[in-house]
Structures are given as C-alpha cells and as structure tokens.
C-alpha cells in the first residue's frame, strides 16, 4: 500500500499563503487520484481538493480561486497551494488516494500537517 508523508504547514496570517507537499513511496502517475483533505478540531475530514491521473481537477467550494493542486510526477509528490489564507483554513490537512475523483479515501492516513491561520 502507497505510504504518504505530508509536510509544509505552519502558522501564517490570515491573507498569508502556504504550499504543502505529499511525498508518495511509489510512482502518482499509477494512482488514479491524489487528493488533500482537512480536518479541524471537532468537525469530519472534509476533501479540499484531487487531481486525476489525467490531470482533471476537483475543489471544494470553499477554496476554489484560493487553493490550487499541483503535481511533480517524477518527485512522486503532490502539492496544494494555499493563497488568500481565511482563519477558518485552520485544520490538519492530510492526502490520501483514490480510484476516481469524489471516490472514498483508499490509503491509510498518514500524520497530516498543521495549517494555522491566525486572524
């Protein structure tokens, strides 16, 4: 099973822009979607946004025109743009897999990280 190590969170002010990398310990370009989710304190993990193999992309509506999903098929990582950054960002964001886009999570959650946006 695909392991996936996030990283890139922090703590930034409202406005303010962050980018987040998922690292994938094999080959994106077999996987059929890769997706950023969230989860902040007391609510359920939501999707923020997925890229398909074939480069279709899905936002919440939340962040769409905010966050953009990016991939480097050859690092085997993908990456989520934060701009325009809201106090109401703040969550732990994790990627996970998928066989099509608004498909279920397929792979074991990883630690996630930490995106704080002070008002």
């Known amino acids: 099973q695909v392991q996936l190590v996030e990283s890139g969170g922090g703590l930034v002010q409202a406005g303010g822009s962050l980018r987040l990398s998922c690292a994938a310990s094999e080959s994106i370009f077999s996987i059929g979607v890769m997706g950023w989710y969230r989860q902040a304190p007391g609510k359920q993990r939501e999707l923020v946004a997925e890229i398909a193999r074939g480069g279709n992309t899905n936002y919440a509506a939340s962040v769409k025109g905010r966050f953009t999903i990016s991939r480097d098929i050859a690092k085997n990582t993908v990456y989520l743009q934060l701009n325009s950054l809201k106090p109401e960002d703040t969550a732990r964001y994790y990627c996970?897999?998928?066989?099509?886009?608004?498909?279920?999570?397929?792979?074991?959650w990883g630690q996630g990280t930490q995106v704080t946006v002070s008002s």
């Open positions: 996970n897999t998928a066989f099509y886009l608004s498909g279920p999570p397929l792979s074991t």
